[in-house]
């Protein structure tokens, strides 16, 4: 066991004198650090000085030789000078006989030079007790290590009061990650991070806000990350992605990735395929796949699936599942269902679904439903609802409004609003709309705004039609002239024309022709008649015929009337008997009547009856 967690302070040998009886990580000198020759001439140094009784060169010489790995050579020099009292020694003489599987002989050398005031004893007598299952004796003498400033013994203090429980255990924490510990550094890193949030504790003290944690933990976790810490590195990378400096993000992404962190790899591919490399990208996704990351191995399928290479994604969706990435066996599902492999998708649905995957049971029920199969999508579509899968209460919300029932209804709607107040835009045009049927207008524009930001024609022009059901009547200039101001309503039926949507096309052709922009009414009426707006195409004839162009308004309204619009078929009756046309102004007078409204069918039935006069005169 390397009791000490660092071999550097492990063998300290207390070379200097100075006021601590080992010698810091940074300031002892490592075999590989030197030439042979150097070691050598330093060996024989201290082996004359030995012979002439310097207890420190005894002490001194057993730790090089530890090091080295030659326990018989080291261990008279280190019982020598632990004769001599070197406490340095009695605690590398305790390394060396756990080296040697003696750890309760080990524990008795280390209790000597821990009383004797050594830190380093102190920590590996604490370890030595936490293993035998004596954690009061464990508290005690790493305790004491912390006390005397020394890094390790802080850090495993930290690490036993953490397994209990115990509040103090940051405070040792945050000690070791200042005297540099870098997985000290990197779980006080962990440690904040999942005290976001927070603004006093249970007794009211003041504690960090969480933008104020945030930064401290990304501190701690770059702290880490400079010492090579590759989880840490890979940290630091995912804070840094998140707040869009992704340049620096991947360098660390890398750092750790070349550390062998999969995890890492399979981010920095992330991050490069966003740049447009995906060759790059797979490669590093390649190798985060070959380490088992499922996440990765899912890439590299998606890549290929892009790519047509089917079989190839395939088998990178199995190496997903095989790693315990259930987006494996969904992703197969979705493949196996663009190839029309039904069967298989459902089969790959399922598997996923029974993992708890939300999103496989929303498209398994869809697969379902698509079958014919209501009654066993239902119960998948709940399951995927319940497990937080917007998609999943949406259709739920289908479902339920489609069967007719007021009971169903109100289900539907709970649906609805459950998937609304997760951002669904459909969900909360259908809110939107129950609400105002409900006559609860307020509730209605709070969704439909909530639908129409998130992208909805239909909720766009549903707002805008309740809005301009209150404006007021246009403002006048004292000369009695309009003064026309764009209001909300406008904007948001703009917005809606502007979708294509054919409705509010035709609404903003009304207002520009309300304004005198003959021009712009229709730029808009044009574009809802083409779309297949028959009041479009109507209120398109009624422009081109003020402006003179009966001829071309004549085509409109034949297009309008042929799509089942009654003014128009009458428009057309009426145009037909002033050419003359008696014969066909009779029939559109016919299909006026059968088209309604009972305005129009009375005026047309009045034509009609007239023009056969004429024609049997």
């Not at 639908?451 to 707002?463: M, P």
Request: hydrophobic share 40%; with cysteine.
């Amino acid at each position: 066991m390397d009791v000490m967690g660092d071999k550097a302070t492990l063998l300290e040998t207390g070379r200097f004198v100075q006021s601590a009886d080992f010698v810091q990580p940074t300031d002892l000198v490592q075999p590989s650090d030197r030439d042979e020759t150097g070691e050598a001439a330093e060996e024989a140094r201290l082996r004359l000085a030995v012979e002439a009784g310097e207890v420190e060169a005894m002490s001194v010489l057993g730790a090089m030789l530890l090091r080295r790995g030659d326990l018989d050579g080291a261990e008279p020099y280190l019982r020598g000078a632990t004769t001599a009292g070197d406490r340095a020694a009695a605690n590398n003489l305790g390394v060396l006989l756990y080296q040697r599987g003696y750890a309760d002989d080990a524990a008795g050398w280390w209790r000597i030079a821990a009383v004797a005031g050594s830190a380093a004893a102190a920590h590996a007598l604490g370890r030595h007790h936490r293993e035998r299952g004596d954690e009061p004796a464990a508290e005690y003498w790493l305790r004491q290590s912390a006390e005397q400033g020394h890094a390790l013994g802080a850090y495993a203090l930290a690490d036993l009061l953490e397994h209990r429980g115990d509040g103090g255990a940051e405070q040792w924490m945050r000690a070791a990650a200042e005297r540099g510990h870098r997985e000290a550094a990197y779980r006080l890193a962990r440690a904040l991070d999942r005290r976001h949030g927070r603004e006093a504790d249970g007794d009211g003290a003041v504690v960090p806000t969480e933008a104020e944690t945030e930064t401290e933990a990304e501190q701690w976790y770059r702290q880490a990350a400079a010492r090579g810490h590759r989880r840490a590195a890979l940290q630091l990378g995912a804070i840094l992605e998140k707040r869009g400096e992704l340049k620096e993000a991947g360098r660390w992404y890398l750092t750790s990735a070349k550390d062998g962190e999969a995890q890492a790899a399979c981010a920095l591919g992330f991050l490069l395929r966003d740049a447009g490399d995906s060759e790059s990208a797979a490669v590093w996704w390649l190798r985060a796949a070959q380490d088992g990351d499922g996440n990765a191995a899912n890439a590299l399928g998606a890549l290929h699936a892009e790519r047509g290479e089917t079989q190839t994604a395939e088998r990178w969706y199995r190496a997903a599942m095989d790693a315990g990435d259930d987006n494996g066996a969904y992703n197969l599902g979705l493949l196996c269902a663009e190839q029309g492999r039904t069967a298989q998708a459902e089969q790959w649905y399922r598997r996923a679904a029974y993992a708890g995957h939300r999103e496989a049971a929303n498209a398994l029920a869809i697969l379902l439903l698509q079958g014919g199969d209501t009654t066993g999508a239902e119960p998948w579509f709940s399951k995927a609802a319940e497990a937080g899968s917007v998609d999943a209460a949406f259709n739920l919300g289908i479902l339920y409004a489609g069967r007719g029932t007021e009971s169903e209804d109100v289900t539907a709607l709970r649906w609805y609003e459950r998937a609304a107040a997760a951002g669904h835009t459909e969900a909360a045009l259908q809110v939107g709309i129950a609400r105002l049927r409900d006559g609860d207008e307020r509730e209605a524009e709070r969704h439909l705004r909530c639908a129409a930001g998130g992208g909805s024609a239909e909720a766009a022009y549903r707002l805008a039609a309740v809005l301009d059901a209150r404006r007021p009547a246009p403002s006048t200039h004292e000369l009695g002239e309009h003064v026309h101001e764009k209001t909300e309503c406008e904007e948001w039926y703009e917005r809606a024309a502007t979708q294509g949507h054919r409705r509010a096309q035709v609404r903003v052709g009304m207002l520009a022709a309300d304004r005198g922009d003959v021009v712009e009414a229709a730029r808009w009426y044009r574009a809802a008649a083409e779309a297949g707006s028959r009041n479009g195409a109507f209120n398109l004839g009624l422009l081109l015929a003020r402006e003179g162009s009966e001829p071309e308004a004549a085509v409109w309204w034949t297009r309008a009337a042929d799509a089942g619009h009654g003014r128009a078929a009458l428009r057309l009756a009426l145009v037909y008997a002033r050419r003359g046309e008696l014969a066909e102004g009779q029939r559109w007078a016919d299909r006026a009547v059968s088209l309604g409204p009972a305005e129009v069918s009375e005026r047309a039935a009045r034509l009609r009856d007239a023009l056969r006069q004429e024609l049997s005169a």
